[in-house]
């Protein structure tokens, strides 16, 4: 469980790091307000720093907004727009697995320790 722990803050850092990089530096589209898009993520940091499983769980609903914008400007995009849209929704679905690992993980592991034991 400590092992999917930390690929759900490595993979939150590494879809941040894209993000923020993406938008103001590798291809910007405007001004860069867009990076503004990572802030979610980054309000994810303290309660998985803390193990709360409501953050892992609100965040395995959030990051499907990350997937869906990923899957539509890799489709509508060109270049290298759209290699970086791909690996963010790829990211993204990774984040995913990771998060749904550790809160089935974690559920599991409280529910054997109420049962009594035969």
Sequence with gaps: MALAGRA????LCMLAGLGLAWELWLAPIGRGTLALKVLPLLLALPGLLRH????YRWLSLLVWLYVLEGLVRATSESGRGALLAAVEATLAVALFIAATFYIRRRLADGAARREPAA
């Design 8 to 11: 759900v803050l490595a993979l």
């Design 52 to 55: 709360r499983l409501y953050t």
